[in-house]
């Protein structure tokens, strides 16, 4: 038998899938794993549909919400709260003389606000850690002290009377609560060395804690002991070096309700420094010194190689289970899916790469 393959017949073979591609509608939207207190737009185009195409629908949460004669629409949706940490699924249709051919996608609409559970701290020092094995969430967060809850209140208020806002304004937005803590952290915190830090907690009644490898400060201690909160100068309310700054801002939110599981502590390898990657603004993104938007752009830091991330459903923390993989694959970006499809890295912290 002579079976020559035809041109058009390799053209199936080679590019199958763009073939496929080809002859379905296009469908993007402008974010990809938006808040639920954020609009999105949806854009549908024809895409590869041969031939005339008499009506383009657009289907948001299974209903169509957009339709014209042309061959592509705009639609602004939402916000979409009772699609919150759920997969909001749209769809667009293209009628033409050759049938209805489809397109589908989804999108993960994160709602991280609104959890006050917390698990209570079980150091054996008090609650606070006696080794590394004890450096989990709990016992450095330390939710279950009032102090805590205080200023992470503070911050809302310092923010707000900021921004011109209210606090019940700030407290509805996932996006204003990190800001209102990244702010707060930022203006009210200084760098001091462990050596000098353990030093302020011996001084002040906690010789006793010795929580293992590298003194990480529990949030509620950093808050009381750690700085001066007596004289004019804000800047040194409280001192720690990377991973207290860490520990506050994750704890801060945390007694604001942000979900454990969209805020981190993270390290570099090697290990150099502790920040944070939280969600905000539709992606995890950096937290670290200064304010949140100071990160958003910013590629120059190469300190930024996280490898390590605990939490308080991930920890404990320490130097043990070094993988970058644990971040990546206990976060995927979001429950319901990573952001772009990519491959875990700093670089997906950035605005441009995680719009
Ligand atoms: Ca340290
Ligand atoms: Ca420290
Ligand atoms: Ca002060």
Request: charged letters at 15%; a negative charge; aromatic letters at 10%.
């Amino acid at each position: 038998m002579n079976l020559k393959p035809t041109a058009s017949l390799i053209g199936m073979l080679l590019g199958g899938v763009s073939l496929l591609l080809g002859c379905s509608p296009s469908v993007q939207t402008n974010l990809i794993h938006p808040d639920a207190d954020k609009s999105i737009v949806f854009s549908a185009s024809k895409g590869g549909v041969k031939g005339n195409v008499s009506l383009l629908e657009l289907e948001v949460g299974g209903s169509i919400v957009a339709s014209t004669s042309a061959s592509s629409l705009e639609y602004t949706g939402g916000p979409y709260p009772i699609f919150s940490n759920m997969m909001l699924p749209y769809k667009v249709y293209a009628h033409s003389n050759y049938g209805v051919k489809t397109n589908t996608g989804s999108l993960y609409i994160a709602n991280p606000k609104g959890h006050y559970r917390y698990t209570v701290a079980s150091g054996s020092n008090n609650g606070y850690p006696n080794s590394t094995a004890e450096q989990t969430g709990p016992n450095l967060y330390r939710l279950d002290k009032a102090v805590v809850r205080t200023h992470a209140q503070n911050a809302v208020i310092e923010y707000a009377n900021a921004r011109g806002l209210t606090t019940t304004q700030v407290l509805a937005t996932a996006d204003h609560m990190v800001e209102a803590v990244a702010r707060y952290v930022s203006q009210h915190m200084s760098w001091r060395s462990d050596e000098l830090n353990r030093q302020v907690f011996a001084d002040n009644g906690y010789e006793s804690y010795s929580p293992g490898w590298d003194f990480p400060q529990p949030a509620d201690l950093t808050l009381t002991i750690s700085g001066d909160l007596n004289n004019v100068s804000s800047s040194d309310d409280f001192m720690g070096d990377c991973e207290d700054h860490a520990i506050l801002r994750a704890a801060l939110l945390r007694a604001l309700g942000f979900a454990p599981w969209a805020i981190w502590d993270v390290i570099d390898n090697p290990v150099s420094h502790e920040y944070n990657v939280v969600l905000y603004q539709g992606a995890f993104r950096l937290m670290d010194y200064g304010t949140i938007d100071r990160w958003l752009e910013t590629h120059t830091w190469d300190a930024h190689q996280s490898y390590y991330g605990w939490n308080e459903e991930h920890g404990p923390r320490g130097t043990a289970d070094l993988n970058h993989d644990y971040l990546k694959d206990n976060t995927h970006n979001y429950p319901g899916g990573r952001s772009n499809g990519n491959t875990w890295s700093y670089q997906g912290y950035y605005e441009d790469v995680a719009p």
